[in-house]
């Protein structure tokens, strides 16, 4: 065998080897990519949770600030309970959104990974 082919079979090798070594720094960024997709999501969903939480206790404690006086009358009229409805459903559509995105992301993890 003489050196210029050798050379090749070498260079053919060499080649081969780099494209596989690129492909699967490809995946591995692909699924690092997706994986860090889904912890954001999950981090976003817990916050909004944790707001709406929050929101809840708020409506809660003026709910019961309200049963304590002597009318105990509830009127969800009041700007106070009024504000606190409509940041809850606000956080709550905002946490439907950030679900689907990441039901949607699971999916298409599973479909990657059967």
Do not use: W
């Amino acid at each position: 065998m003489d050196k210029k082919s050798l050379y090749e079979k070498a260079e053919k090798a060499f080649n081969q080897a780099f494209e596989a070594a690129k492909m699967s720094v490809k995946t591995v960024s692909e699924k690092a990519g997706e994986a860090a997709q889904i912890t954001r999501l999950l981090i976003e969903k817990a916050a909004l949770e944790h707001r709406v939480t929050k929101k809840f206790a708020q409506l809660g404690s003026r709910v019961y600030d309200v049963a304590r006086q002597e009318s105990p009358a509830l009127d969800f009229e009041e700007a106070t309970l009024k504000n606190l409805l409509r940041e809850i459903a606000e956080i709550e559509s905002e946490l439907s959104r950030v679900e689907s995105a990441l039901e949607k992301e699971e999916r298409g993890k599973k479909t990657l990974n059967p």
